[in-house]
């Protein structure tokens, strides 16, 4: 089965600066990966999504993450910042087990964001 | 409107008592979800069903037992309700391809 881990629960970020947000799988096959954004009290949104279409991919709010296949990541990436974008972030994977695709998610990572 | 709702959107209850969370879709799609969340965790899948006959055990399904009565209602019970199943719980859709998965905005819900 597939299992899917995010380096640092915690992360927090400058206004303006870039946010780096880490994502590796466990996959031999190449698999659909997600980035979801949960803001308080409500639920998830999807930012992004890999299809095996291009290797970058871009989302909303100006996030973009990366294929890495020799790496099994996905990290997600925004060059600049906003106080707007404090929020829960969640990677998922695509997993095919018993013949049902689901998807599998890490544990997320908190990401806050100071003037 | 909402194409995922949730009812109710908060809830506190006593150990013991049986609970029904709801899920309605307006998307059309086949596939409903049942996930909850604990911090920490992030979502762990409970029951997920691909069609109205089709139901299946996620990952953590003991305590927990569901319902698929139309293509556009999977409800969520729970038979007699303890303190460890305090936690945020969401119900998702998805299309039959691509497996993008729409939420909805999640039940809170407190045992005593």
């Known amino acids: 089965a597939q299992s899917v881990t995010q380096l640092g629960s915690h992360v927090s970020v400058s206004e303006g600066a870039l946010v780096l947000l880490r994502c590796n799988y466990s996959?031999?096959?190449?698999?659909?990966l997600f980035w979801y954004v949960q803001y308080p009290n409500q639920g998830l949104q999807l930012l992004l999504k890999?299809?095996?279409?291009?290797?970058l991919v871009k989302g909303i709010n100006g996030f973009e993450a990366e294929f890495k296949k020799s790496e099994t990541s996905f990290h997600l990436t925004k060059p600049s910042a906003h106080m707007s974008d404090a929020a829960e972030y969640f990677c998922?994977?695509?997993?095919?087990?018993?013949?049902?695709?689901?998807?599998?998610f890490g544990a997320g990572t908190r990401l806050a964001v100071h003037p | 409107d909402a194409d995922v709702t949730q009812t109710p959107r908060n809830r506190i209850t006593k150990t013991g008592k049986r609970i029904m969370l709801e899920c309605s879709q307006t998307?059309?799609?086949?596939?409903m979800y049942w996930y909850r969340q604990d911090p920490g965790l992030g979502l762990r899948l409970i029951y997920y069903?691909?069609?109205?006959?089709?139901?299946n055990k996620g990952e953590i399904s003991d305590g927990y037992s569901v319902s698929r009565q139309a293509q556009a209602k999977f409800s969520l019970s729970l038979e007699s309700a303890i303190p460890n199943q305090t936690a945020l719980y969401f119900c998702?859709?998805?299309?039959?391809?691509?497996?993008?998965?729409?939420f909805g905005p999640g039940t809170r819900l407190t045992v005593l």
């Open positions: 996959s031999s096959v190449p698999p659909y």
């Open positions: 890999y299809t095996s279409a291009a290797t």
């Open positions: 998922a994977v695509s997993d095919e087990t018993g013949g049902y695709n689901k998807l599998i």
């Open positions: 069903s691909f069609d109205v006959k089709d139901i």
């Open positions: 998702a859709t998805s299309e039959r391809v691509n497996n993008e998965q729409f």
């Open positions: 998307k059309g799609h086949d596939r």
